[in-house]
């Protein structure tokens, strides 16, 4: 069988897709009940991080020991990578020696130049174009929660980066409709919004946008590597803070969610976090079921048919 990788959402078919999630809700019901489920026994995932990270690196660290494998973490400061060593030559190295990559990194065209070369799948842990793992979590909780996303409406708030970016992709991929509501000048890329623009509704009045809508999702204004647009972003943002009296637009079970870290009084009010509404908390934690879905599904493949 052919190596497979995770790079964005589209590495996987809808179906597949489906089958993960139903899978990481086994997983995490099987791990809360006390059993033990070992399919990746022997096995090891290198982890490639150039960001900084908690939720990325202990879900994934959690999930291959909790899966009976082993994790190694590498960072530039410790590595080859730090002292320029082709990202080709790195590929070909650990395809030897470990049975998985996970990267966190700034480049997307990096991580498909390392998945290009490897001969053992790639993970894309967070780039600044996408976050696929994030919306294996997200949408875990929506279907714990509520149940299918199909034919929902999906509200994002905030910058159009690698978050709106696999939230564009989602809607395709799990067949619900996303709003985004940004300010000018910070939407998603033009061609991506033009590949997706059946899926998709631009909306600035973010009133208007969460409107019966049954998710709001936001993030952080500056992502990592945006610092020094801090104060103006903030500035530009102001009007799209996410607060309870935001979701009241939204319908009456409308879940809230963002992936961490949050910067209360900035992209969300003070007290958002902790309204009724808000599955942050499951969220996060949902990361590390997904990751555990994912990682069997790409390292030995499908598991067997369970039942929830």
């Known amino acids: 069988m052919s190596v497979r990788h995770f790079l964005t959402l589209t590495d996987l078919s809808p179906q597949e897709l489906e089958r993960l999630i139903h899978r990481a809700i086994e997983l995490k019901r099987r791990h809360k009940a ?29 999930g291959m020991i909790q899966l009976g494998g082993g994790s190694i973490f590498l960072s530039p400061r410790d590595s080859q990578l ?27 065209q990096d991580l498909e130049t390392l998945a290009h070369y490897s001969t053992i799948p790639v993970i894309n842990a967070l780039t600044d174009d996408f976050h696929p793992c994030q919306l294996l979590a997200d949408v875990q909780t929506f279907v714990e929660c509520r149940g299918s996303m199909q034919g929902k409406t999906v509200t994002w ?17 799990f067949d619900f409709h996303l709003r ?3 300010p000018e000048g910070y939407e998603p890329k ?8 059946d899926r998709i509704t631009l909306i600035r009045d973010p009133a208007e946008a969460v409107a019966g809508v049954q998710l709001v999702v936001t993030d952080v204004w500056a992502s990592m590597g945006q610092e020094e647009e801090q ?3 903030k500035r530009d943002f102001a009007p799209y803070q996410v607060s309870p009296k935001l979701m009241d637009h939204a319908t009456k079970d409308a879940l809230f969610m963002h992936c961490l870290p949050a910067h209360r009084g900035e992209e969300v009010s003070e007290d958002m976090l902790d309204d009724h509404r808000s599955v942050v908390w499951q969220e996060a934690g949902n990361r590390l079921h997904a990751q555990k879905a994912l990682l069997e599904f790409l390292i030995v493949g499908s598991p067997a048919q369970t039942s929830l």
């Open 34 to 62: 006390g059993l033990i489920d070992e399919p990746l026994k022997n096995r090891v995932l290198a982890m490639i991080f150039e960001k900084s990270s908690t939720r990325t690196r202990v879900s994934f660290e959690a």
């Open 157 to 173: 708030i905030g910058d159009g980066n690698n978050m709106c970016n696999s939230y564009i992709q989602a809607a395709r991929q």
């Open 180 to 182: 985004i509501c940004c």
């Open 190 to 197: 033009q061609q991506l919004m033009d590949d997706y623009a």
């Open 231 to 233: 104060a103006r972003r």
């Open 82 to 108: 730090g002292r320029g060593e082709p990202l080709e030559d790195t590929a070909r190295v650990l395809s030897e020696m470990v049975d998985a990559v996970m990267v966190r990194t700034y480049s997307h």
